[in-house]
């Protein structure tokens, strides 16, 4: 099986993680909280998860000169995810507040701060590359993204607004969740569409083509579990595998980094993701 080459072009972002047993409600204080500083961002998390799943992975975007930008750029370098492609601005890194409870949910709110001066010139796609976006980074830059690719152009539509018809044309593939779905203009030429713990279905012009269950697993944190999803499917789409068999393998890895704590931290290898699927087979 050839390595697969995938460029993503997206955000970076640093996540602040309050554990917590419940979910506040409006204009509720809670204590007793746990903290963490994880690695995160649509962009970064994806391009994480598909190096971990074995593909050679360059990003493309901004992060800031500041501590935030450093940690981001160690973990992807970390990762083996190639960084020559990010531009260094005095903007402040972007920042994401996650509050997570104990049953694995969460609210996320997101600064972009660097994230959004990622301008046209940043772009660098190269001949013959597949390339990822999601919608963390100016909504023009994504369109200029998805011009410059001659390879497969996956798009990624969250969070969810308003596109461009001529951008759902252009992609090969788009990946939504429920909500994602709704809010597009127009039929994608083939659509995944994530459905947490029922799994996912696999649209072609409108009718389904494949469906997969999602592997049972315990609830964690459900933050980078849809970046994982992504960056499975598009991988192994890239390795040749038949439809069915990359959405099964996608959802396998939604369901591992669901059932781990943190974004970047939770991306599964692809042994991990083999692991996982060949006990589904014997449940």
Avoid at 21 to 40: K, M, N, V, W, Y
Avoid at 55 to 81: K, P
Avoid at 199 to 208: T, Y
Avoid at 216 to 222: F, P
């Amino acid at each position: 099986m050839t390595t697969p080459h995938l460029t993503i072009v997206g955000s970076v972002n640093i996540d602040l993680v309050a554990g917590v047993q419940r979910l506040p409600r409006a204009g509720e204080t809670l204590g007793d909280a746990s903290f963490d500083r994880i690695p995160g961002g649509k962009g970064a998390n994806q391009a994480v998860g598909a190096r971990k799943l074995g593909a050679e992975v360059a990003l493309v975007g901004c992060v800031g000169a500041d501590d935030f930008g450093r940690q981001a750029v160690e973990a992807l370098e970390a990762a083996g995810v190639a960084t020559d492609r990010l531009r260094i601005l005095e903007e402040p890194t972007g920042v994401a507040l996650v509050v997570v409870d104990s049953a694995g949910e969460n609210t996320i709110v997101v600064a972009p701060n660097a994230n959004g001066h990622v301008q046209a010139d940043d772009v660098d796609v190269r001949r013959g590359e597949a390339v990822l976006c999601q919608l963390e980074i100016p909504l023009d830059v994504v369109a200029i993204a998805a011009d410059r690719a001659d390879g497969l152009f996956c798009l990624n539509v969250a969070p969810a607004q308003p596109l461009p018809s001529g951008l759902l044309e252009r992609a090969d593939l788009v990946i939504a969740n429920r909500y994602e779905a709704e809010a597009l203009s127009a039929t994608p030429r083939l659509l995944a569409l994530t459905l947490g713990a029922e799994g996912a279905v696999l649209f072609e012009h409108g009718r389904e083509v494949a469906r997969a269950v999602a592997p049972s697993v315990h609830v964690v944190d459900g933050t980078a579990a849809g970046d994982a999803f992504c960056a499975a499917l598009v991988v192994s789409l890239l390795e040749g595998r038949r439809r069915e068999e990359a959405l099964a393998r996608a959802c396998a890895a939604g369901a591992i980094a669901a059932s781990r704590f943190g974004a970047q931290p939770s991306l599964p290898t692809a042994a991990e993701v083999d692991e996982l699927l060949a006990a589904q087979k014997l449940a």
